[in-house]
């Protein structure tokens, strides 16, 4: 058995990477997890169904800019977890703690060096997260997503690819050509804006909107609203396209199960990762990025109609979620 102690959350984007690592390790080997979670986030409501045991903490992260009043405050909150951390990981003794970004890791990872725990890194961005780096001058072991990632380390990094999790609830066939559009797991009104324009302008299309709880200003026949989506391998695999924010999972997904794209980044993104991430779908020729400043409905529609009109030709990919769970199986358990 493996004695897993983990951190990554805040947005859907941290949280998935480190489910589908620990779904595959266990598929290889019996695990127990220790899940640090952050108060009332979307790892809180997720994690319900699993069999794993949390810590909940009560911490924000830094504001920038860095110099912001208010992140005294929040430096004290961060203090504070260091020693509810120290705690429980000296009573859960894991062999490796497993973090996935966000700031949620960085008091993980300290404490983890605190009491010579191996610490292993995934980063899903192009751009890594600040605590990744800082973390990664003493982790074990890094695993990144991306060949581009790679300068922004003082060490050898792992090019593993993003841990894709595989959730198959429904098995979906739509009759008419279907566009899926999600603004990530805390939805995004300009994107649920957006979904009312092109619901109108292409009547002969059906529409799937993740609304994140946003507020959607439009009631039309051909677009239907979901508050969230899970089970998100499921539509990807079925739909004809998608528009959706440039987070580096989304964009990991949609690599992953081939589906044509229009990415249209968040422009409030940090150091602008999710420009940077979303390139690798034009790299790739799965489909197009597009600024927000730039959008233009007659535009879209256009790339729409080429796009679902476009034959998949992707062919079968190894998760990586599989190369990370064995790679840090063979090393806990030599």
């Not at 983890?112 to 997260?129: M, R, S």
């Not at 994107?191 to 507020?215: M, V």
Request: glycine content about 6%; hydrophobic content about 40%.
């Amino acid at each position: 058995m493996i004695k897993i102690a983990v951190a990554g959350g805040v947005t859907g984007g941290h949280l998935y990477p480190a489910l589908a690592v620990l779904k595959e390790l266990e598929r290889l080997t019996p695990i127990d997890v220790l899940y640090f979670t952050v108060s009332g986030k979307l790892e809180e409501k997720v994690l319900k169904d699993y069999n794993y045991k949390t810590v909940s903490l009560k911490i924000q992260g830094l504001k920038r800019p860095i110099y912001s009043v208010e992140n005294i405050k929040r430096l004290f909150k961060i203090f504070n977890a260091n020693n509810i951390v120290l705690r429980e990981l000296k009573k859960f003794k894991p062999d490796i703690v497993f973090v996935t970004g966000g700031y949620v890791s960085y008091p993980v990872g300290i404490a983890a060096k605190k009491l010579k725990i191996p610490l292993y890194i995934q980063e899903q961005n192009v751009i890594p997260g600040l605590a990744n780096i800082k973390l990664s001058s003493f982790a074990k072991k890094v695993f990144v997503a991306f060949e581009e990632s790679k300068k922004y380390f003082q060490r050898d990094v792992v090019v593993s690819g993003n841990p894709i999790l595989i959730c198959h609830k429904e098995n979906l066939n739509f009759e008419k050509k279907t566009i899926l559009i999600v603004g990530g797991s805390g939805g995004s009104e300009f994107l649920n804006s957006l979904a009312c324009k092109l619901s109108n302008k292409l009547k002969d299309y059906h529409f799937i909107l993740s609304s994140g709880r946003k507020e959607v200003p439009c009631k039309s026949e051909n677009l239907t609203i979901l508050d969230y989506i899970e089970n998100m391998s499921d539509y990807y695999s079925a739909v004809s396209c998608a528009i959706t924010r440039g987070g580096a999972t989304t964009v990991s997904e949609l690599i992953f199960f081939d589906t044509p794209s229009i990415i249209i980044p968040w422009e409030g993104s940090t150091e602008a990762h999710q420009i940077e991430n979303a390139k690798q779908i034009e790299k790739l020729g799965l489909g197009y990025v597009i600024r927000e400043k730039d959008v233009n409905i007659d535009e879209i529609a256009n790339k729409i109609i080429e796009l679902s009109n476009r034959e998949r030709k992707g062919s079968p990919k190894t998760n990586p979620a599989i190369l990370i769970a064995k790679e840090i199986k063979n090393e806990v358990l030599k």
